[in-house]
């Protein structure tokens, strides 16, 4: 490309790779726009040196006003400001306080119809998607990580076996699972954008695309070893880890196979609004596990570099059990609902007689077994002044009994039994009313 004979100038190649130090995409597209500057002031970086400050700020507003007068974006214009600067303060070169107006920098023409997928749009991209790709996908879209978290610009790094610490490889069977779900996947200081250590958690159905991809690999004679990248070209019998464009480059590829024009980082917006929703709908997911999940710096990150990048063991074990009630509104495939302990008190407790209302004062998630066990005594046992007749169980209440749904419509539909509810095993509860003929 055009801009990199520019590094032949040995200044500009130390400034290129003090930006890359920090982000070698960063150090691209500011050589890139450097040099589309200079091109169009008919100079080079070093000549651009030499100009006086007042002369390159002109240049500058110049430029700026060129861009909105061609319909470019205010960020546009503003992003060739900063690479221009960033170039000028290396070379300890300030153009004092004189400040550059951008039309609506913040304002992204090309984003702003961009609408994040639904857990069914998404699953049909999964659809269309290679293993390998799929694993990446959702990797960003059930994880939250970043594109370049799974392969770096260069492909010198990415996340690697390691980075999943409950990982269980069984190179006989040729088989891959997790000893714990939602698994920890960690983001290693190199690999986050924001500089920082943390982990994030993979749903069940994520675990399963790993383990499909990982398999594969196995199968096809692969070694998996701890510093093995997670998505990988395979070349001549050598494992290297795929580029950020190439991890891109096929995720897109199976978004415009579904039908669908998003960008691959739509992937990762998917993952914050998904967790943005099940925040609203779920007990104990709170919004700074949700920050800390994608990455950002907020006050779990605090404590997180002050222990040395490891939590309390008790904040991450309520951060995953938080995140395993979460999941169901972050994956794609729906499964039969799952008796939560919780669940099943409600219904203890709303068959014994409790009303919703009651119910609502009632903390069901934490409640010990013994306090159950007196709400339930209470409700059943009769004060004197109730007008219940004797029965044969000696509660004055009906049999109720625990059955399959099949059992349950012969009955009822019989006249023998009357419907109660219905549990989330898929049982269902009804009153034998032969016993209440009895009493």
């Not at 400034?15 to 200079?38: E, I, K, N």
């Not at 070893?225 to 494992?239: M, Y």
């Not at 415009?256 to 925040?279: C, D, Q, T």
Request: proline share 4%; hydrophobic share 35%; with cysteine.
């Amino acid at each position: 490309m055009g801009h990199k004979r520019l590094l032949k100038d040995l200044r500009v190649k130390r400034w290129y790779d003090d930006l890359s130090r920090g982000s070698q995409m960063t150090a691209q597209v500011y050589l890139r726009r450097l040099g589309l500057f200079c091109r169009k002031w008919r100079t080079s970086p070093v000549g651009l040196l030499s100009k006086q400050p007042q002369e390159i700020h002109e240049n500058l507003i110049d430029t700026v006003t060129e861009l909105d007068a061609n319909g470019y974006a205010g960020s546009y214009g503003q992003a060739i400001v900063k690479a221009v600067k960033s170039w000028l303060s290396f070379n300890n070169i300030t153009l004092g306080e004189r400040k550059i107006k951008f039309t609506d920098p913040e304002d992204t023409p090309t984003l702003r119809q961009e609408k994040a997928p639904e857990p069914n749009e998404l699953r049909k991209a999964f659809e269309h998607a290679s293993t390998r790709t799929k694993a990446a996908m959702a990797l960003c879209a059930l994880c939250g990580l970043r594109p370049g978290a799974l392969g770096n610009h260069n492909g010198t790094d990415g996340l690697q076996i390691r980075d999943f610490p409950e990982i269980k490889i069984d190179r006989s069977t040729k088989t891959v699972t997790f000893s714990t779900v939602p698994t920890f996947v960690i983001v290693r200081r190199k690999l986050s954008k924001a500089g920082h250590q943390y982990f994030g958690l993979l749903p069940e159905e994520g675990c399963r695309y790993v383990s499909e991809e990982l398999e594969r690999r196995l199968r096809l004679g692969q070694d998996l070893e701890p510093n093995s990248p997670v998505t990988a070209h395979f070349n001549r019998k050598k494992e290297r880890h795929v580029t950020t464009k190439a991890i891109s480059a096929s995720i897109r590829e199976a978004l415009r196979r579904a039908g669908f024009k998003w960008r691959p980082y739509v992937l990762r917006i998917y993952f914050a609004n998904r967790l943005l929703f099940a925040e609203s709908k779920t007990r104990g997911f709170i919004r700074d596990y949700r920050v800390f999940l994608m990455g950002h710096k907020g006050d779990i990150e605090h404590v997180y570099t002050l222990n040395k990048c490891r939590l309390p063991e008790s904040l991450e074990t309520d951060i995953r059990q938080a995140f395993s009630q979460a999941a169901k509104y972050l994956e794609t495939v729906a499964k039969p609902d799952s008796a939560r302990p919780q669940d099943l008190r409600e219904i203890l407790l709303f068959t014994a007689g409790y009303t919703e209302e009651e119910l609502e004062n009632i903390d069901l998630a934490n409640i010990s077994t013994d306090e159950l066990k007196q709400l339930l005594k209470q409700r059943a046992s009769p004060s004197s002044g109730d007008d219940i007749r004797s029965c044969p169980n000696g509660n004055g209440r009906r049999k109720q009994r625990v059955i399959d749904g099949e059992e349950a419509a012969e009955l009822i539909n019989s006249g023998k039994c009357e419907f109660i509810g219905n549990l989330p095993t898929g049982k269902v509860v009804v009153a034998d009313l032969d016993d209440a003929e009895l009493c």
